[in-house]
């Protein structure tokens, strides 16, 4: 099993910038790929980026409305995982979610944390 503990959402006026974390604990060795989601108030969650890891060599990956704006991170050796997000906009609310996926090797369900709500003001 893998805990998912986010941190670090909260209100910021529209063109701050915040720094979410992703703390992974238990058999995070077979963690093949991580990632954040968020949900916009009323509507479905959706993918805003995702890391996943070849060897040493990270790669990244970004929905549209963030690229350029936001920054996907992970410190493999503490077991985290960072979304840098600047020129933050109104849209940008949601609660987001930190995600992990599991090699399939080990039959495994994906891992969801509990979220974090991110709130940004005009």
């Known amino acids: 099993q893998v805990q998912l503990v986010e941190s670090g959402g909260g209100l910021v006026q529209a063109g701050g910038s915040l720094r979410l974390s992703c703390a992974a604990s238990?058999?995070?060795?077979?963690?093949?790929?991580m990632g954040w989601y968020r949900q916009p108030p009323g509507k479905q969650r959706e993918l805003v980026a995702t890391?996943?890891?070849?060897?040493?060599?990270?790669?990244?990956e970004y929905a549209d409305p963030v690229k350029g704006r936001f920054t996907i991170s992970r410190d493999n050796g503490k077991n985290l995982m960072y979304l840098q997000m600047t020129s933050l906009k109104p849209e940008d609310t949601a609660v987001y979610y930190c995600?992990?996926?599991?090699?399939?090797?080990?039959?495994?369900?994906?891992?969801w944390g509990q979220g974090t709500q991110v709130t940004v003001s005009a």
């Open positions: 238990g058999s995070t060795f077979s963690i093949k790929s």
């Open positions: 995600h992990a996926v599991p090699y399939v090797i080990y039959r495994k369900p994906d891992y």
């Open positions: 890391i996943s890891r070849d060897g040493s060599t990270n790669y990244t």
